[in-house]
């Protein structure tokens, strides 16, 4: 099978996470979208440190597919410069791999 990976973005707001997600699936950029959080976050921005509470939205996908997620992540988030990570996933089950590329082919 292509390969697979898992995307990851954090937001400021649980409602903001599941705008993201809902839009992604939606689109069928990413097969599911996991939502967790709060966590709490410390980084650098603007000069300084800051430490914010935020949720992490997790996407599972065809690698294919990367490019059209991280344009909808951007167009949909609300953060200047937003965190998009992507990881391969190295193995998984087959029936697990085919229902992701089944759900992100448009219908």
Wanted: net charge negative; proline share 5%; aromatic share 10%.
């Amino acid at each position: 099978m292509a390969g697979y990976i898992t995307v990851l973005t954090t937001t400021d707001t649980a409602e903001g996470a599941a705008e993201l997600a809902r839009a992604a699936v939606e689109a069928r950029a990413a097969a599911c979208a996991q939502i967790d959080g709060p966590i709490r976050s410390v980084y650098w921005w603007d000069g300084a440190v800051q430490e914010t509470q935020e949720w992490r939205v997790v996407y599972k996908l065809p690698a294919a597919l990367y490019d059209a997620l991280e344009a909808l992540i951007k167009r949909v988030h609300t953060y200047d410069t937003p965190e998009i990570i992507s990881t391969d996933i190295p193995r998984a089950s087959t029936d697990y791999l085919r229902w992701l590329t089944t759900e992100t082919t448009p219908r």
